[in-house]
T-cell receptor, first 115, second 110 residues
């Protein structure tokens, strides 16, 4: 499945670093999502963008900063992370996030390790 | 969203049908049943969804009981590549939120 791509696939960063995760969808969708999956925990929704507008911030700490320049691209800017932020970060897209029953398509994820 | 209950794990033989149960006894009339799966260290993959009627696509079949309190995902001919965690999710049709629980870890054995 290449509809949703994420880069990098693996990232190791120190607590004082600044890095960014990138997501791109080639499905013509209008909604994009960031999820976090920690070890042995269910997926947690972090942010939702619909038509480039942020529609949900699920009480995510400010050290995570999303950016959606257009409907095809989504970024997650990271700074001063903590070791407990180590997780698999997943991007998803769907037709939209307002109405309908559209399924979400996920990317392969970025495995982040904070040292 | 209604809570779902799935077995923690199950094994099935390669080439045989895999039947994955899900209980959602508190489901509301406007809530759909969705199934996703997640192969190890990959992103979840949409499989199928339904409201009342049974559904079939190229990946699987979804059987929903008449009272809608439970459903079964059927993988008709399981392969080793179907080894994954399978999530049963119920959600309102106009709500984008997906609440992933623990799912069922399915292991297909040769």
């Amino acid at each position: 499945e290449t509809g949703v791509t994420q880069t990098p696939r693996h990232l190791v960063m120190g607590m004082t670093n600044k890095k960014s995760l990138k997501c791109e969808q080639h499905l013509g969708h209008n909604a994009m999502y960031w999820y976090k999956q920690s070890a042995k925990k269910p997926l947690e929704l972090m942010f939702v963008y619909n038509f480039k507008e942020q529609t949900e911030n699920n009480s995510v700490p400010s050290r995570f900063s999303p950016e959606c320049p257009n409907s095809s691209h989504l970024f997650l800017h990271l700074h001063t992370l903590q070791p407990e932020d180590s997780a698999l970060y997943l991007c998803a897209s769907s037709q939209d996030a307002v109405a309908g029953i559209y399924e979400q398509y996920f990317g392969p994820g970025t495995r982040l390790t904070v040292t | 969203d209604a809570k779902t209950t799935q077995p923690t794990s199950m094994d099935c033989a390669e080439g045989r049908a895999a039947n994955l149960p899900c209980n959602h006894s508190t489901i509301s009339g406007n809530e759909y049943v969705y199934w996703y799966r997640q192969i190890h260290s990959q992103g979840p993959q949409y499989i199928i969804h339904g409201l009342k009627n049974n559904e079939t696509n190229e990946m699987a079949s979804l059987i929903i009981t008449e009272d809608r309190k439970s459903s079964t995902l059927i993988l008709p001919h399981a392969t080793l590549r179907d080894t994954a965690v399978y999530y049963c999710i119920v959600r309102v049709g106009n709500d984008y939120k997906l609440s992933f629980g623990a799912g069922t870890t399915v292991t297909v054995r040769a």
